[in-house]
């Protein structure tokens, strides 16, 4: 059984790295000093078989893939061969290169689980570079980046006073009670526009928020089919009075009045209550 703290955990190291592309006063910003952006999360790669890392960052002249590890021991089939990613594969899959002759990297981040992982990473011979991202942001070994500006920022230990943003909200992988509060604020936020009709893809990019850009075609796929899902079962439960749809078109109906906005909302919060059990029993 899927432990589902697990998939928080990834979520939440995936946020750890794409908060350090971002300018924040309040977050270490290694990545935005060294000129790098997110340029797709999970994208996917045939070469010799499907590679799909986590984050592909780019600068001018250079692109990092970030594999976050969130797990002991689990290294992953197919890790050893990111380093087999040419450009053409990039230029193949429509990411745009301003520079043809870019020079690309791998980067392995997590927590302090990466300690113990480092030593089944030796022993299959992987030696990229190992970064912790948890009270502080270290390197702590594999090889150097091939970007001297991200060797010499990340081999200085840097203390993290904060949580990182929460740029993605959640992914094909996560429990419905993650995906609910940002769900229903959305709906009682199109309700109050006036906004009352939406399709699955429509409302899943509102939901995930300016990053949905940066998702691969494949995952954007993956998360409007876990939001179709999310939908469905609130239409059949709590929020049966609220929602309806035909195909693909759905529409909220809340109404005005402020009673029936708050029975609106608590029986949003009856809903996510009873989602802890039922999932439980759904992965035994």
């Known amino acids: 059984m899927m432990n589902m703290d697990q998939y928080s955990d990834h979520l939440d190291l995936v946020n750890a790295v794409l908060g350090l592309a971002c300018n924040l006063e309040s977050y270490p910003n290694h990545f935005f000093k060294a000129g790098y952006k997110v340029m797709r999360i999970e994208p996917k790669f045939n070469v010799g078989g499907t590679i799909n890392p986590d984050i592909l960052l780019v600068s001018d002249n250079m692109g990092l893939f970030a594999e976050c590890k969130s797990g002991e021991y689990k ?13 053409r594969h990039l230029i193949e899959k ?3 290169i301003s520079d043809e002759n870019m020079d690309l990297d791998v980067g392995i981040f ?10 089944k990473l030796l022993e299959e011979g992987i030696d990229y570079s190992q970064v912790i991202l948890s009270n502080e942001i ?28 929460l740029m993605l909200k959640f992914t094909e992988s996560s429990p419905f009670k993650r995906i609910a ?3 229903f604020n959305t709906l009682m936020s199109r309700s109050l526009s006036g906004k009352t009709q939406f399709g699955v893809r429509e409302i899943t990019a509102e939901v995930v928020g300016e990053i949905w850009e940066k998702l ?3 995952l954007k796929k993956t998360m409007v089919k876990k939001m179709k899902l999310f939908l ?32 609106f909302s608590d029986d949003c919060n009856r809903f996510i209550n009873s989602l802890n059990q039922k999932e439980l029993f759904e992965f035994l």
């Open 94 to 96: 429509g990411i745009d």
């Open 138 to 165: 270290k390197k702590i070994s594999g090889r150097s980046f091939k970007d001297p500006l991200l060797e010499t920022l990340f081999s200085d230990s840097v203390v993290v006073k904060s949580k990182p943003p």
């Open 232 to 263: 469905n079962r609130c239409k059949r439960k709590h929020l049966k009075d609220y929602l309806q749809n035909s195909d693909d078109l759905w529409t909220i109906s809340i109404g005005d009045h402020w009673k029936t906005r708050k029975k």
């Open 216 to 218: 691969d075609k494949d």
């Open 75 to 87: 290294i992953g089939a197919n890790l050893n061969r990111y380093d087999s990613i040419q450009l």
């Open 110 to 119: 997590g927590k302090d689980n990466l300690i113990k992982l480092n030593q």
């Open 181 to 183: 509060p940002f769900v």
